[in-house]
């Protein structure tokens, strides 16, 4: 079992910036496709951001462009970095980790852009 822990949320001022961090419990961390979802208010969760084992990344378009993911094989995390961050951006982001078809999750971590 994969644990996943986020850290990073918190309020931010709309146009700012945040950083979001997935730290996983795993020895083969770099086998995972990690990504980043967000469900927002009244909302079904959604996709956010990918970064496969390859290193290959994917980003919304909804929010390409201020969003960036990556990861770091040595300290097992991935992150996703928030800039210039909109209202429609607040929400409660989730880190995922999937291998082989098996999903594993993390928490959540809020974040609320202030106006």
């Known amino acids: 079992q994969v644990q996943l822990v986020e850290s990073g949320g918190g309020v931010v001022p709309a146009g700012g910036s945040l950083t979001l961090t997935c730290a996983a419990s795993?020895?083969?961390?770099?086998?995972?496709?990690m990504s980043w979802y967000r469900q927002i208010a009244g909302k079904s969760r959604e996709l956010v951001a990918s970064?496969?084992?390859?290193?290959?990344?994917n980003v919304d378009p909804s929010v390409g462009g201020r969003f960036t993911i990556w990861r770091d094989n040595g300290k097992n995390t991935a992150t996703l970095e928030m800039d210039n961050v909109k209202a429609e951006d607040t929400g409660t982001y989730t880190c995922n980790a999937r291998l082989r078809g098996v999903n594993h999750w993390g928490q959540g971590t809020q974040v609320t852009v202030s106006s």
């Open positions: 795993t020895r083969i961390f770099s086998a995972y496709d």
């Open positions: 970064i496969g084992s390859n290193g290959r990344t």
